[in-house]
């Protein structure tokens, strides 16, 4: 995996041609963009093209002059168990015509992207499976989940009493160029307490806040509240929508909460009093929630916060290089056990040591000894961080064990106090 890749290289596919595209043929990679989606196609701002733009990680499949596949990726830095960040290829925007599918192209797209990744140095891949039977072919499993909550706040009756609170802070609502600068500097410390979580760059914020347009979506201001401690400083926020409704004389609105972020309990108990407290509402939906989240325990009636539509599997992820990747993050318990790694790409294939010593840290090296587990790479890449265990997977027929009890040593080692999410879409 240590060649060189030419970037500008054009690789041909069944007598069709993948290239990277220039910052002039951006347009057109986004109608193709749109056509893939299924979605009318919407014209990007000039600026938003350019800085989506990035040499030779903006790619396309050719038929003649014509775009009919489109991929991209960009670096990304991933929170890993214990809170060191590795770097991260993010896969997006995957689409092949439905004139042009089962032809190579994805395939090709994926292999070259991947190759290029692993030479600039990304320990993992990531990527957002619009459909779940593709991407295991390439290694991705499963390895963050996620969920939404309803609550109907006639059932609630509020947060439980005795529940922390912030002496001294307060909420305050805030602008929107207030929330991009307020809301970016929180993130970028939450972040790093959460295995799964991204960063986000200037540009995602800006759209956020509508000063970028998102084609096909019509930006509408939501509310945006800062928690700030006794000191003044923001622990925590929450943005959100409503939907004004009324049953003849009683009010009957939604409230939807977009993001939520606290560093703390006492700030998450602030945050959702305000949420649970806006006048008019009388349900609350909540469409993306950690599956650690404590939300529903906080209510005088948990029963009352039903489950939304399941987020499910919301990242997918592989490894590109095991020793950085294994090296970087935390374990639970120390210990040691073997992996028989079955990658059909070769990045993780062979055999593994994975050795945790007291105190949590590990390191992952290739042996000649004996193996205590086989499984493929998509099965790794769903265990990293420790969205899922070796012990479910082994009773799925996923994960071989070749010592009894490996999956459960495994499991020891692998576990996490805080389960993998990302509130962030790419």
């Not at 290289?9 to 290239?19: Q, T, W």
């Not at 015509?97 to 190759?115: F, I, K, N, Y």
């Not at 939604?254 to 602030?270: G, H, M």
């Not at 070796?390 to 080692?413: C, I, M, N, S, W």
Request: aromatic letters at 8%.
């Amino acid at each position: 995996m240590g060649d060189s890749i030419d970037h500008t290289a054009v690789d041909s596919v069944s007598g069709l041609r993948i290239r990277a595209v220039s910052v002039d043929e951006v347009a057109e990679w986004g109608r193709a963009l749109n056509f893939g989606f299924l979605r009318p196609h919407v014209p990007a701002s000039g600026d938003l093209r350019r800085r989506l733009w990035t040499p030779g990680r903006m790619l396309a499949g050719f038929d003649g002059e014509r775009q009919i596949a489109t991929f991209r990726s960009f670096d990304a830095e991933l929170t890993v168990p214990g809170g060191a960040v590795v770097p991260a290829d993010a896969i997006t925007n995957v689409t092949v015509s439905s004139t042009h599918r089962r032809r190579g192209l994805l395939s090709a797209m994926m292999r070259r992207d991947l190759a290029a990744a692993a030479e600039r140095g990304s320990a993992v891949a990531i990527l957002a499976a619009a459909e779940y039977n593709i991407y295991g072919r390439f290694g991705f499993g499963p390895a963050t989940h996620g969920g939404g909550r309803n609550i109907e706040l006639r059932r609630t009756r509020g947060l439980r009493d005795g529940l922390p609170g912030v002496p001294g802070g307060r909420i305050d609502f805030v602008t929107m160029a207030e929330l991009r600068e307020q809301g970016a500097e929180l993130y970028d410390r939450w972040r790093r307490t959460q295995p799964g979580a991204i960063d986000r760059d200037s540009l995602w914020w800006e759209r956020t806040v509508g000063e970028v347009p998102t084609p096909g979506d019509e930006f509408k201001e939501p509310f945006a509240a800062v928690h700030r401690d006794a000191a003044g400083v923001v622990t925590g926020l929450v943005v959100y929508r409503i939907d004004a409704k009324w049953d003849g004389a009683y009010p009957d609105g939604k409230l939807t909460v977009d993001e939520f972020i606290a560093l703390d309990l006492p700030t998450s108990v602030e945050l959702w009093r305000l949420v649970l407290s806006v006048d008019w509402v009388a349900r609350v939906e909540v469409r993306n929630l950690s599956p650690d989240d404590p939300l529903p325990l906080l209510l005088q009636d948990p029963r009352a916060a039903t489950p939304h539509e399941d987020n499910g599997d919301i990242m997918w992820l592989r490894l590109l290089d095991v020793e950085a990747a294994f090296g970087a993050r935390s374990y639970g318990a120390p210990g040691r056990v073997v992996l028989e790694v079955d990658d059909k790409l070769g990045y993780a294939s062979g055999r593994w040591a994975l050795e945790v010593a007291e105190g949590g840290t590990g390191r992952c090296a290739r042996t000649t000894d004996d193996a205590d587990l086989a499984l493929g790479a998509s099965e790794l890449g769903s265990l990293y961080l420790g969205g899922e265990t070796a012990p479910r997977l082994a009773a799925a027929g996923l994960v071989t064990e070749l010592r009894p009890g490996a999956a459960a040593a495994a499991d020891l080692l692998l576990r996490t106090p805080v389960r993998a999410w990302t509130p962030t879409e790419f």
